[in-house]
């Protein structure tokens, strides 16, 4: 099920502005890396931002759910601190106006266009076609998009991002987001199978296992 159109670039327009005023309140750059609550604090608006950037395609190419293959909450190492990765991907029975070439030649176009730097389509044998793109600016390294068609048309979508490197210890933080990780994780609600592409994200657990 579906929210309006008309109402989603708002939605995202208010996340992002929530999201900056919150990152502009964080205390400044000392020179180490952050710990505990701050370390939980400045990972949480570098998620919704990194997050945000990656909904604004989502939207564009489907106003509606996707399923979740990787949610994007844990982070994973990188040269200098930690880093997010997510994947999602159109649920079975999507299609769109065009085919999988077309298609791809329209998303390339249109991320060039809002200042991203996008790579020609690579079109495989197998009929995948595949865009490439990154924005540091919004904190995206990279940003795959997987296009296959069938009949002509191009029915399922997959978008695949790896944000930014941040400081800090990417195990404190996952100890931070997941209480009692790595051996005694305590119990907490499944993350979402499905999620709009504009919903406000879950970004950790409380003790008593809620999602904060």
């Known amino acids: ?36 609550d701050e370390l939980y604090a400045s990972a949480r608006q570098a998620n919704l931002l990194f997050k945000e950037a990656v909904a604004t395609l989502l939207v564009h190419v489907s ?40 298609t791809a030649d329209r998303l390339g176009d249109w991320l060039t266009a809002r200042g991203w730097t996008t790579r020609p389509p690579a079109r495989h044998a197998d009929g995948e076609v595949v865009v490439e ?29 790896t944000s930014t490197c941040f400081d800090g210890d990417p195990a404190e933080l996952t100890a931070i987001l997941y209480p009692g990780w790595p051996d005694h994780p305590v119990a907490h609600e499944p993350l979402p199978v499905g999620e709009l592409a504009g919903a406000t994200p879950i970004f950790g657990f409380t003790e008593d296992g809620e999602p904060r």
């Open 1 to 36: 099920m579906t929210e309006p159109a008309p109402r989603r670039p708002a939605r995202l327009s208010r996340w992002l502005a929530v999201a900056l005023l919150a990152l502009l309140a964080l205390p400044g750059c000392t020179g180490t890396p952050p710990h505990g």
């Open 133 to 161: 793109a990154s924005d540091p600016a919004l904190d995206v390294a990279t940003l795959t998009i997987e296009i296959r068609g069938g009949a002509g048309r191009a029915d399922a979508i997959g978008v695949g991002a």
């Open 63 to 102: 106003d509606g759910s996707w399923q979740v293959q990787e949610y994007g909450d844990i982070p994973v190492d990188c040269h200098r601190g930690y880093a997010f990765s997510l994947h999602r991907t159109t649920y079975e029975g999507w299609t769109t106006d065009a085919d999988g070439p077309t």
